[in-house]
């Protein structure tokens, strides 16, 4: 978890993070010069209105001019439904260019988590990812959705009005520009203090969403240990860890905005000071005044919109650390750019020098053996012993630190990724199902199989007749992760969407530890079905398994101590006797299983 952890100590520049966006924003370019232009257009529109109002006063009323009168107050109004038909645009565009943007990064988002490493998926949480998706990306929306409306708006009506104020009253201008290093150095101080504290809650979200998600897919084994009120605590403390960052975050941003109110009321109360003063001398007309204070009120729209923007800036960066956190993740081991199309594999399998190791900790040492093709191998070991991590090289789900796999006397970096795992089916102990149907759990690894090969599958699986009962059958929806079904059913399941991929290789995983001795019996009648002519790997602590082996290998500490047939193995003094006198005593009905079946 190192490599993530120096991830997350890292903070992202505003130029590194908006580098994220370019490619996205460049796609849209054409759209978001449109919506500057009407942004553009919108403040330059606004801007007249003041001085129609000055106009009014200082030249149509006193000239009793009843013509300009209605001239001037129509072109006011005109500029009201120009203004209001221009801001309708902008805020409609710049939605919908900033959700086509983020539904963009949202889909290379996923796009990447398929293809990071699993170690990645290890060392992070479901909270923290589903975070990142949903909530990270509502931050960088508003900040695209807002920054395209209120940036260039604000910015251009910022400087117009006050070259209109300028214009018309330098001094009071200038008493006004005295105003903007506070203004400045609130901002400067605002998102210095609430950067950290907005990525803080971010990942305390994360953390909160998390448990959640542990505690609604785990209920069974919470309410089995009765730890409901350990985890309510849990939850407690988190959700009031994020409840105080929030707090926290509020307090500076209500302090900010606070004190940014007390600056426009500043400058309001000097210009009527200073400018009343100044009509009552007639040094400034009664119309330019009330021009001047309109200029003056319509600024403080765009003041405190650019300093909402401060705020949506300083999340969105909080935010885009955490996805380019992601995305810069580790990605899944790298095909060569010459990789070839596997051909059927017969299913040799040969490991020649191969160690391995996590995070500099060995689990594999100096791995030599050859699976000739259609041998049925069972590896036992205790735990930790580098079994599974023995499997996990031959899909590549890692490569190894030194020596080489060989499917079929090639090496398996030389192969196309996807093709070659397509012809390897995996079992696995802990068999996830999707929220869907059963023929859409079946047909996951072929979704283009026919409905009578889904049906063919479930029949070798042991499994059509439980389905058959089913009041809708292969059309029966399956709750989340399966659990309105047995361990068993699952497993059969399993098998089933495995066998409709037809693979070359089998690697069944402790597919039978967590069933009762009957429900094995029948996952293991499905397993000899499906494993007969293909090369066979069975990582089992059940002896009834060994009637299936052709051939085992024992496990200890990372290396192959023992390799060999039953027969010979249990005449030898070493861990696989003691493994399977132990496991006989334990498992009497599995023994007779393999007493009845044994050759």
Known sequence: MAWLEQKRKRKHSFKEIMSLLLPYLSRKKLGLIFVSVISFLSAIVGLVTPQLIKYIIDIAIPSNNVKLVYLLGGAVLLTAIVTGLLVYATRFYSALYAQQIVMELRNDIYETLQMLHLDYYNEENTGQIMTRVTTDLNAIQSLVSFTLRLLMNGVIFFI???????????????????????FLWLVYWFSKKVRPIFYQSRTKFGEVTSILQENVTGAHVVRGFAQEESEIEKFDKANAEYRDLIVK??????????????????????????GGLAVMRGEMGRGEFIAFISYLAMLSGPTRQLTWLVGIIQRALASGDRIIELLSGKKEVQEDPNAIDPPVFKGKIEYENVSFGYDEVVVLKNINVVIPPGQKVLILGGTGSGKTSFVNLIPRFYDPVTGVVKIDDIDIKRYKLKKMRKQIGFVLQETFLFNATIKENIAFGNPEATEEEIIAAAKTAKIHDFISELPDGYQTRIGDRGITLSGGQKQRLSIARTLLTNPSILIFDDSTASVDAETEYHIQEALDILSRGRTTIIISQRISSVKYADRILVFDQGEIIQDGTHEELIKQEGIYKEIYETLAESYVIPSKLLAEGGD
Do not use: E, Q
Not at 162 to 175: E, Q
Not at 252 to 259: I, L, M, V
């Open 160 to 182: 117009g009005a006050y070259a209109a104020m300028i214009s018309m009253n330098a001094k009071l201008g200038g008493i006004l520009l005295g105003l903007f290093p506070g």
């Open 249 to 274: 975050a509020r307090i500076y941003r209500s302090f900010y905005f606070s004190f940014m109110l007390f600056l426009i009321g500043l400058g309001a109360s000097i210009v009527l000071l200073v």
